[in-house]
């Protein structure tokens, strides 16, 4: 199995610009989950989905953040417009099913915004 | 609201010798799951060792073994025999076993150092 795909590994980008990170999930997970790494705040969820459908979004930090999974093998993390206190690392993970199964994460996506 | 807390930022440990991490957790509910992961410096999440709150008997997974005491809301994991690759930062994790409740909840982590 391939894992948990996660693109671009890198990302730069300016304030103001928009950023858009992309996120397979290992095949057959229907749960997906975004999180968020930085040395303020640690390890936080964003949003995660079920069967496609996002089922906890509280940990979005701002309207400025969007989150869609359109089918079963894809999902992307938005930021518009992005500001330099976003810079962070981005994980996506999967799971069989929320609440029952281990999560397995993709490498992350490193975003920095100046 | 569950919390995790990881009182030690930074632990070393000498080669071939055991180290312990500790982690408390804060929760209300009877069942649950506890999770440690690892993350080395390329970034990537790796799963240690898990434990289900059900289950009296510690968990363990080669090397791992954790020390779980549920009325003491502790969750300490042993490395034994500990290896350069060991060298990491290890995360602490809480997530609850409602369905419709998948985050995982972590706590701030310990940077583990392996000196040869």
């Known amino acids: 199995d391939a894992g948990v795909i996660q693109s671009p590994r890198h990302e730069v980008t300016e304030m103001g610009q928009e950023v858009t990170l992309r996120c397979k999930p290992i095949s057959g997970h229907n749960s997906l989950f975004w999180y968020r790494q930085t040395m303020m705040r640690g390890l936080e969820l964003l949003i995660y989905?079920?069967?496609?459908?996002?089922?906890?979004d509280s940990g979005m930090p701002e309207d400025r953040f969007s989150a869609k999974m359109p089918n079963a093998s894809f999902s992307t993390l938005k930021i518009q417009p992005s500001e330099p206190r976003d810079s962070a690392v981005y994980f996506c993970?999967?799971?069989?099913?929320?609440?029952?199964?281990?999560?397995?994460f993709g490498p992350g996506t490193r975003l920095t915004v100046t | 609201a569950q919390t995790v807390t990881q009182s030690q930022p930074e632990m070393s440990v000498q080669e071939a010798e055991t180290v312990t991490l500790s982690c408390t957790y804060d929760?209300?509910?009877?069942?649950?799951?506890l999770f440690w992961y690892k993350q080395p410096p390329s970034r990537q999440m790796i799963l240690v060792i898990r434990?289900?709150?059900?289950?009296?008997q510690n968990a363990t997974e080669n090397r791992f073994s954790v020390n779980f005491q549920k009325a003491a809301k502790s969750f300490s994991l042993k490395i034994s025999d500990s290896q350069l690759g060991d060298a990491a930062m290890y995360f602490c994790?809480?997530?609850?076993?409602?369905?419709?409740?998948?985050?995982?909840?972590f706590g701030q982590g310990t940077t583990l150092q392996v000196k040869p």
């Open positions: 994790a809480y997530r609850s076993v409602d369905s419709n409740t998948g985050k995982l909840i």
């Open positions: 989905f079920n069967n496609n459908v996002p089922i906890d």
């Open positions: 434990q289900e709150a059900y289950k009296q």
């Open positions: 929760t209300s509910e009877s069942d649950y799951y």
């Open positions: 993970a999967s799971s069989r099913l929320a609440g029952l199964y281990e999560q397995y």
